[in-house]
């Protein structure tokens, strides 16, 4: 199935397959026949895809970056653009991004740089966070005082996703990431509840690869550049990245998410706007996939409100919070870091 993302800065068509590498490389062998490429990947992923990939896209450059997010930084960016320069790489080539969300954030911002922008860039995204969120949407860049807080917005032309790959992809990883399934089953697609509640064995990975892509997409196309309504990504993320800053990221993203989504369910029923079975429901998935439903030992939700004031003060106004008031639906209400720091307690 084919998905297609359409915004006024650019389109993203969304191909779920197997043999991801072979049909991502066709797909750009099609588009941009005999243009060069330059395939992005970390450490991690080289070393377990090394030879399919450079048999598959045999004549690119390949950039190993070492894997983790301390990489996803300007350096690195500088680092490739060099490679991509000495290289030859001119304005029509393509960059492909092989990996986690720290190699499609980076090889989107490389793309969106290159050059005043390259006019190819494909993403093979290798972890669930990143097939679900990361790699859809256009949303690029690095960490330099703080995380993502230098990039550009640059949709991929073209994203393969290839469940086989999370065959490979340690089961914390996975776990965190289904804290963006469960977040879009949670407020946009009530299906994709059910689908999570089958026993791992059954659960068709592809469907939910595509109905969790869909429902990104769904928003996105609507508002690319976060003017408003992609606020409702954000439900659990309040709290989320509160927790995640708090744990001096110790807790990996997703992780945080679940406790962040836990309190948007709290606050959510505090103002009589979600049965309790609802929020009970959303648990229940959460704890499937091993996520954490409580604060860190030690932690506080009063040590939470200078993070939530942080965020605030991005807007500058009130915070407008994402509650789920039945599966599947979602509304926004705003309040202020004080409000909602009172109705988490
Ligand atoms: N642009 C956006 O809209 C957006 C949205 C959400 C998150 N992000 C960004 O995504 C990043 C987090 O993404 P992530 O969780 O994928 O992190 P990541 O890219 O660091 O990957 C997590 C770990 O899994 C490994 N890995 C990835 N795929 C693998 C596979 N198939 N097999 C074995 N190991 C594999 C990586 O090497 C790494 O060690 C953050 O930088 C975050 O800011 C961006």
Redesign the pocket.
């Known amino acids: 199935m084919q998905i297609e993302l359409k915004t006024p800065i650019g389109n993203t068509e969304i191909l779920t397959q197997e043999d991801g590498l072979q049909q991502a490389k066709d797909w750009i062998d099609k588009n941009y026949p005999d243009r060069r490429i330059a395939v992005v990947t ?4 080289d070393r ?2 090394h030879e399919q990939l450079t048999k598959v896209f045999r004549d690119a450059m390949l950039h190993v970056v070492k ?3 301390e990489s ?1 930084n300007l350096g690195e960016i500088e680092h490739l653009v060099d490679k991509l320069g000495e290289e030859g790489f001119d304005r029509n080539d393509v960059i492909t991004g092989f ?7 980076l090889a ?1 911002f490389a793309a969106a740089s290159y050059k005043r922008g390259i006019k190819g860039l494909t993403l093979i ?6 097939m679900v ?9 690095v ?1 330099v005082r703080a ?2 807080d230098c ?1 550009a917005f640059r949709p991929a032309d073209h994203i393969l996703l290839d469940p086989k ?6 089961e914390r ?1 996975f776990n ?2 289904m804290a ?1 399934v469960i977040k879009y089953a949670a407020t946009l697609d009530v299906s994709l509840a059910e689908d999570l509640m089958k026993e791992r064995g059954e659960m068709d990975l592809k469907a939910i690869l595509q109905k969790s892509a869909q429902a990104k997409v769904n928003i996105v196309q609507q508002d690319v550049k976060e003017g408003g309504l992609r606020q409702v990504l954000n439900f659990g993320h309040t709290f989320g990245h509160a927790v995640e800053k708090k744990s001096d990221y110790k807790l ?3 992780e945080a998410v679940s406790i962040g989504i836990i309190y948007a369910n709290k606050i959510a029923q505090k103002l009589g706007k979600q049965k309790p079975e609802t929020g009970e429901q959303i648990k229940k998935l959460l704890e499937r996939f091993k996520l954490p439903t409580e604060l860190p030992e030690g932690m506080t939700i009063d040590d939470l409100h200078e993070y939530i004031v942080q965020d605030k003060k991005k807007s500058g106004k009130e915070i407008t919070f994402i509650i789920a008031p039945e599966m599947g639906k979602w509304e926004m209400v705003k309040k202020t870091p004080e409000e909602l720091v009172k109705l988490a307690r």
Not at 99 to 105: A, F, H, L, N, S
Not at 133 to 140: F, L, S, W
Not at 165 to 170: A, H
Request: proline residues 4%; aromatic residues 4%; hydrophobic residues 30%.
């Open positions: 970390d450490s991690n992923v377990i895809y894997a983790g997010e996803k990996g986690g969300g720290m190699i499609t954030d989107g995204p290798t972890s669930l966070l990143a969120d990361a790699a859809i949407g256009g949303k690029t860049g960490n995380k993502n990039g790959f999370l065959n490979t992809l340690p990883e965190a990431g963006e990996l993203h997703g």
